[in-house]
């Protein structure tokens, strides 16, 4: 199904004055107030069942609105881009989370049955596992915008693969990298702001290098070039967030 996401962010208007602690006529103040509608706003999204997601989206504190909104989508129990597409990437964010802690959890437990579940579609799981990969939003959604735009399966399995593989030798090793993974999710912390293009540095020296090699086959050459194209195009995509943003801090 197409969903058209209309969430608008609540809004207070608050009255200034000199008092440090603002009341109504009941003697409650503003500020307990304020917590008062929030709590209720927690308490009302808690009441839209999600089904079998429904113990996985506790903890990502949805809004009322999300809450339907992520319920009209996974009703089906299938997902599409367009339906990933019409979501914010904020929310992209909660609703990956809670696909992925799922998967995590055992209930879908393997990648098979997960892209099964979610009409058969590779595309859905690489952007899924994009936006879910490390705790870094912006690397994270640099990822996820690239498998998005990226329709052949091909491209994208080489352009994951690639990214997988240079944050094993930058940061841990083969061995130990689904264990750093699952660390770096948990805790963050690993500074990945300046990783693409640091890949794309590192690659483009192993091009220049490879095409002063008389003996090197054209193929391997091809392959070079391949990885520069897919570290620039990451580079820009996440200078890109940074700038719409404004935002390049740590784990933005």
Excluded at 11 to 40: A, K, V
Excluded at 88 to 103: F, S, T
Excluded at 215 to 225: F, G, K, V
């Amino acid at each position: 199904m197409q969903i058209t996401n209309n969430t608008q962010p609540t809004s207070y208007n608050e009255t200034s004055n000199t008092n440090t602690r603002e009341t109504t006529n009941s003697g409650i103040s503003f500020q307990e107030l304020l917590e008062s509608n929030e709590n209720q706003e927690t308490s009302e999204s808690s009441t839209v069942d999600l089904g079998v997601y429904t113990k996985y989206a506790e903890s990502y504190n949805l809004t009322q609105e999300e809450a339907q909104t992520f319920k009209n989508i996974l009703e089906d129990e299938k997902l599409t881009v367009e339906e990933l597409n019409s979501l914010p990437y904020e929310q992209v964010k909660k609703i990956a989370g809670i696909l992925n802690d799922r998967l995590q959890a055992g209930e879908d437990n393997s990648l098979v049955s997960y892209i099964k579940t979610f009409g058969g579609d590779q595309q859905i799981a690489d952007m899924i596992n994009a936006a879910t990969l490390t705790k870094d939003n912006t690397f994270n959604q640099s990822l996820y915008t690239a498998m998005d735009k990226t329709s052949d399966f091909m491209e994208r399995s080489n352009i994951f693969s690639q990214v997988q593989s240079d944050l094993a030798k930058t940061f841990t090793s083969d061995d130990n990298y689904i264990q750093w993974l699952v660390e770096e999710r948990t805790n963050g912390n690993t500074d990945l702001s300046n990783f693409f293009e640091k890949m794309l540095q590192k690659h483009s020296e192993n091009l220049e290098n490879a095409l002063k090699n008389p003996n090197i086959l054209q193929e391997a050459i091809e392959q070079y070039e391949e990885k520069v194209e897919q570290y620039n195009n990451l580079s820009t995509i996440y200078s890109d967030i940074l700038n719409a943003t404004g935002n390049n801090s740590f784990y933005a």
